[in-house]
C-alpha cells in the first residue's frame, strides 16, 4: 500500500502546498497586481517623456512621408493650445506601456500561477518572451506595414482635396491601430491558456475553421481604416497566420494531449 502511495503521488500533477484562497484574498491579490502594473506603467511613462520629443517624430514619421509623396504640406496641425501636450501625454503613455509590459505579464503571471500545477509553472520564461515578443511584433508590423500603407491609400485617394490633418485626429488612429494589432498578435498566449485549462481543443478550432476566417475579414474590416480590399487583407493575414499557430498550440497544450504523451513515456 505505501509503494502505491507513493507510485500515484509520482504519476498524479501535484500542487504547491499552499492554503487556499478564498473570494476576498482573491480580490486582494487581484488588487495588489492591478497597483504594481499601474507603478510600473507610471514609472515606464517617466522614462518615455524625458524622450517624448524623438518618440513624437518617429510617430509622425508615416504621416509625413505619405504627405511628401503627394507633394503637400508636411506639417500636422492642432485647434486647441492643449493638444500638442496632449500628444506628448499620450505617446509617452503608450511607449510607457510597451516598456512596462514585461513587468505588467509577469504580475499577470504571478496572479495566476497559484492555479497551476508544479510542471505547468514551468512555462513562466517561455509566457513572458512570448507574450512580450507578440505585442512588441504586433506594433511595429501595424507601424511599419499596416499603418503606412493605409496612409497613402488615404492621402492619395483624397489629393485633389487639401488636408488639414490635426495632431488629436492623427493621433487618435495611430494609436488604435498600433496598440489594436499588439493585441491582436496575443491570440496564440489567449488560445494557449485556454486550452490549458481544457476549454478549447485543437479539432474544434480546426473545424471551425471557415468561420474563424470569416469572423477575422469581419473584425479586419472593421479595424482597417481604408475600405479597400487590400488594406483589409493586410490587417486579415496575420491574424489568420496566428490563428493557424494557435491551433498547433492548443493541440501542445490540451489536457488530453499532456495525458496522451505522459502516458508515451511511461515505460
Known sequence: MPEAAASSSVTEPAKDEMPTMGFLEHLEELRRRIIYSLLA?????????????????????????????????????????VDPFNLYLKVAGVVGLFVASPFVLYQVWLFIAPGLYRNEKRYIFPFMVSTVSLFLAGGYFGYRLVYPQALRFLIEFSKQFTPMITIEEYSQLFLTIIVGMGVIFEMPILVFFLALMGIVTAGWMWRNLRYSILVIFIIAAILTPTTDILNMCIFAAPMVALYVLSIAIAWVAHPKQRKKRAEKKKP
Open 41 to 81: 506603467i507610471v514609472v515606464g511613462c517617466l522614462l518615455c517623456w524625458t524622450y517624448v520629443v524623438r518618440l513624437v517624430e518617429l510617430m509622425q514619421r508615416p504621416i509625413v512621408d505619405a504627405l511628401h509623396a503627394n507633394g503637400l504640406p508636411e506639417k500636422l496641425v492642432y485647434l486647441n493650445p
